[in-house]
């Protein structure tokens, strides 16, 4: 009791003391906060994993923090009319959080199949073409446009559809890359991980003998070319973007690249080291720790890489449905590649996602090291295979190598055993590369398909009994 009296003796000492000076300041009980001039300002909640060698950017989760709240200003008379009523105000006061990223970028629309005319028309009514390219995926030209003042995104979908009802019209959906956290690990769950799967190992040194592969498109966020863990290795990275201001953090394009090639010699030896990467940067800096990218920008990604004859593309992102994106995804597969997507980060309960859960892209979800299923792995009957997830062993974004988790990270084993397939059998169809994969898992949920493992476990052994 008399600690108690004390601790409240102290703090009204101290708001006669700084009253003094024009300054009301109440330490809250509240975690990394500090209220000064009835304000709240909270500490910056950064949950990355740098480890004093990484850039300090968040893999995918938005930012808590950075933002505060002030209330209006009350005479003195009235905060000190109840010593302690100024903190209780406080702790009832309205706390501004960081904004949801947007699912939707606010004031587009974005099409494929308006004719001149069709623009035209538009242009009359106050839309504004923002951009304009042509997309050899889908035989024509796509159009970015921002919507007139005063009219909402459905309104404007629905009087560009009014113009051209061939046209394929959608908004400009959002996606991020797909890792949330990097949970610690003990030593013996730490790892390359790629003995869970049988990855193929050898006598000739780099252990991987039967592994050729086809070169291997990637769309994700940047890359750190000049990153040790690509030294000699055929990377090439392409950008949507070459401003640099609102250019996307490297760390999840670096880890998943690495995962992918990494030399044989470094600390994260990769899964194909002699494989050529063809990447594709086709995000951008949302804000401190989110990279974005936008359904307009992904069409164009996935139009580049098989421009190049790119058969294989690892897709670790995801987001809403998008008519673009499904017409472009269905064009890309129709010429014969192969996509591999994320199956998401977002929960087990949660709606599937895309490009995951389009027909005929493989959907990869996460396994930890005990063959137990990501806890936040999305679930779901669209969901074809599994493969390593939690605590993967890949590179930083700057120097060094530390454990990542998510969906993004078990994409690539699958996309990598893809590219082995390919080059044993150039012939074979998307949906042959599929039944392989599929037919061969190891099935570790209920017999037969399920919605949490899909057909199983990625087995690799068989990789270089077809080569």
């Known amino acids: 009791m008399l600690s108690y009296l004390a601790e409240r003796a102290l703090r009204l000492m101290l708001i006669s003391l700084t009253a003094a000076a024009g300054i009301v300041a109440f330490p809250v009980m509240q975690p990394n906060s500090l209220t000064i001039g009835m304000s709240v300002a909270f500490a910056d909640d950064d949950d990355d994993d740098d480890g004093g060698d990484d850039d300090g950017r968040s893999s995918g989760r938005a930012d808590r923090g950075s933002s505060g709240y002030r209330g209006e200003s009350r005479p003195l008379r009235d905060v000190f009319r109840w010593p302690f009523r100024a903190e209780r105000e406080l702790r009832r006061a309205p706390v501004r959080r960081q904004a949801a990223v947007p699912t939707r970028v606010p004031n587009e ?81 730490c790892g390359l991980l790629r003995h869970m799967v049988g990855w193929p190992t050898g006598g000739d040194g780099s252990g991987r003998a039967c592994l050729k592969s086809l070169p ?61 990467i063809v990447a594709v940067d086709a995000f951008r800096r949302f804000r401190k720790g989110t990279d974005i990218a936008n359904a307009f920008d992904l069409v164009r990604a996935l139009d580049l890489l098989t421009q190049r004859d790119i058969r294989v593309i690892n897709l670790s992102l995801t987001g809403p449905p998008n008519l673009l994106l499904e017409q472009a995804v269905e064009a890309a597969i129709d010429m014969g590649a192969i996509l591999v997507a994320a199956a998401g980060n977002d929960g087990p309960k949660a709606k599937p996602v895309y490009p995951a859960a389009y027909d005929d892209v493989v959907a990869v979800t996460a396994v930890d090291s005990a063959r137990k299923a990501y806890r936040r792995a999305v679930q779901g009957s669209h969901i074809d295979i ?19 988790s998510g969906t993004s990270f078990a994409a690539p084993f699958v996309t990598a055993a893809v590219s082995v397939l390919l ?38 052994s068989i990789l270089c009994e077809r080569s």
Not at 218 to 228: F, V
Not at 388 to 398: E, F, H, K, L, Q
């Open 423 to 460: 080059a044993s059998g150039p012939n074979l169809s998307p949906a042959e590369i599929e039944t392989a994969l599929t037919q061969s898992a190891q099935d570790i949920g209920p017999p037969g398909k399920d919605p949490v493992y899909g057909w199983g476990l990625l087995d690799a």
């Open 109 to 189: 629309i974005v099409a494929t199949g308006l004719d001149q005319s069709a623009i035209a028309s538009l242009q009359q009514q106050g839309f504004a073409v923002e951009d304009r390219i042509a997309v050899s995926l889908v035989g024509g030209d796509m159009v970015r446009l921002s919507i007139p003042r005063g009219l909402n995104l459905n309104a404007a979908r629905a009087a560009v559809v009014a113009v051209s009802s061939s046209a394929t019209v959608d908004f400009n959906h959002i996606y991020q890359p797909e890792s949330l956290d990097q949970p610690s690990c003990v030593r013996e769950s």
């Open 386 to 404: 599994a493969a390593p997830g939690v605590n993967v062993w890949t590179a930083a974004s700057i120097s060094g190598s530390r454990q990542k």
């Open 216 to 276: 291997i498109g990637l769309i994700d966020t940047a890359i750190n070319a000049d990153h040790a863990v690509f030294a000699g290795i055929k990377l090439e990275v392409l950008r949507l973007d070459e401003k640099e201001d609102g250019r996307s953090g490297e760390q999840h394009g670096t880890a998943v690249a690495a995962l992918l090639a990494g030399t044989s010699g470094g600390r994260s030896p990769g899964l194909l080291p002699a494989a050529e």
